[in-house]
């Protein structure tokens, strides 16, 4: 393991805040805190829990157990967030925590072993954890934000029935190493 995986697993975690990010864009500020029922979460609640997930188990990373003392998991899932510049607050806080964590890891660190509620993961493992969890909730943002703007939605990957024009432009150019998530940030950058 090198550090082409660390390199590798920051772009991911990228990927999925843009997505964020760019679902944040399209909906409504009124409408964050619709949710399909009363037993759904909606967008702020999801934010608040990804933020205090993020901001427990990246703060002094590799020194302390990933679930702090200071966490209440419980009141992330009660709605503190009242409109969308707090919403982006939040989001942005946990997300620079995870960043300023993996910048700072080192090669040799990916082997140390790191707890969570007492329980030892390796690094790797801890990372790995986290690519998992933190996509599944930002999925579930993407499609709260779809059934939100309906047919004003903008598709953030390739756009239905748009398959055979997107991989004959992709089968057109050269085979190359690049890694799969430069083509939407690259995009996502420029479009700003």
Known sequence: MDTNYLESATKQFEYYKMLGDKTFDQIPDENLLWKFNEESNNIAIIVNHLSGN?????????????????????????????????????????????????????????????????QGHSV???????????????GQIVFIGKM?????????SIPKGNSNNYNA??????????????????KANKDE
Request: hydrophobic share 30%.
């Open 124 to 138: 790797t493992e801890a990372i790995n954890r986290q690519l998992a969890h933190y996509p599944y909730h930002v």
């Open 148 to 156: 939100i703007c309906k047919e004003k939605w903008t598709s953030l």
């Open 54 to 118: 993020m901001l427990s188990r990246w703060t002094d990373f590799l020194t302390s157990d990933g679930e702090k003392e200071w966490r209440h998991r419980d009141a992330e899932f009660e709605n503190d967030i009242k409109n969308k510049e707090e919403l982006i607050q939040k989001w942005n806080q946990g997300w620079n925590c995870l960043f300023d964590a993996l910048n700072a890891l080192k090669e040799e660190d990916l082997s140390k072993t790191i707890y969570i509620r007492n």
């Open 169 to 186: 432009e992709k089968f057109s150019k050269e085979k190359h190493n690049e890694h799969f998530t430069e083509e939407y940030l690259k």
